[in-house]
């Protein structure tokens, strides 16, 4: 093989390493607009509604090496553990509020995580939300997380490529791997509910609804489109965590981000006054 060959063969080897690389530095629009429903995000070892119910005794979500703060949910006394990562203070479980009477949007617009064949389903993997439900429904100083925000929290863990494995819980909560929780984020496979009714992925996929949303024009047909919102998915074998869409009426697990910005691991109760001495 001649010189001029392998010259050919090493630049365009760089240029494909270069482009695999850049996919954490575009914009938000960008990714949005690229990002594909969630049926249509790679899968494998789906775990079917007749799984085994998890023992919540025996339950190991959290990374015992990192220390988590509290929130108190004022409106119904939960308590969710709550992680700083990088800037900003994340819940560490999925929200499971379900009051429909204090909050009539919630009839008809919320379900257990992970199916109705696990029992305490709605104590270890929150609550799956529709949009309708969902929009406004963290406490009182934590609101919905954006794209934006989501891609802050992956770029910690070496960009969307690499996340996953940092944010999933390890092996508990998922079908067969799960990840390292080295984040704390202890993400799980929740599942989502499909607008048909269905509850698909249990412990295959986490899906986090986002407060990202937005019509989308089908390519294909000018005069036609969608009115969809992003979401972001965590799956079971692979380390990496996407973007995706899904329409308004389907059910996502949701992830509280704090408005403010606290350091040094504080641990937060709902109704603390960010400007009090402990």
């Known amino acids: 093989m001649n010189y001029a060959v392998c010259r050919y063969i090493l630049l ?3 240029l494909l390493f270069c482009i695999s690389c850049s996919t954490d530095e575009v914009s938000s629009s960008v990714a949005s607009s690229q990002s594909p429903r969630i049926e249509d995000i790679p899968t494998k070892n789906l775990r079917s509604s007749s799984s085994a119910a998890l023992s919540s005794s025996s339950f190991g979500q959290f990374n015992d090496s990192i220390p988590y703060g509290e929130l108190v949910d004022m409106r119904d006394g939960k308590s969710y553990r ?11 479980e999925n929200l499971n509020y379900g009051d429909s009477v204090s909050i009539p949007s919630l ?3 919320t379900w257990c995580g992970g199916g109705d064949s696990l029992k305490n389903d709605c104590g270890i993997y929150g609550r799956l939300y529709t949009w309708a439900a969902g929009g406004e429904l963290c406490p009182e100083g934590w609101r919905m997380p954006s794209m934006e925000d989501f891609m802050t929290l992956a770029k910690n863990f070496g960009g969307m490529a690499f996340a996953g494995e940092a944010l999933k819980s390890d092996a508990v909560g998922w079908r067969k791997l799960g990840g390292s929780n080295a984040s704390g984020f202890s993400a799980l496979g929740a599942g989502y509910r499909r607008h048909d009714g269905d509850i698909l992925e249990i412990n295959n996929k986490g899906v986090f609804m986002t407060s990202s949303v937005g019509y989308r024009e089908d390519p294909m047909d000018p005069w036609r489109g969608t009115a969809d919102m992003d979401v972001f998915v965590v799956t079971d ?3 990496s965590a996407e973007f995706g869409r899904c329409v308004y009426s389907e059910g996502l697990s949701i992830r509280c981000i ?12 709902e109704g603390d006054d960010p400007g009090e001495d402990e």
């Open 12 to 14: 365009a080897c760089i």
């Open 82 to 92: 709550t992680v700083l990562i990088g800037d900003q203070l994340w819940m560490a």
């Open 107 to 109: 009839k008809g617009n």
């Open 237 to 239: 074998d692979l380390v």
């Open 258 to 269: 704090k408005d403010d910005e606290y350091g040094e691991g504080r641990i937060i109760t």
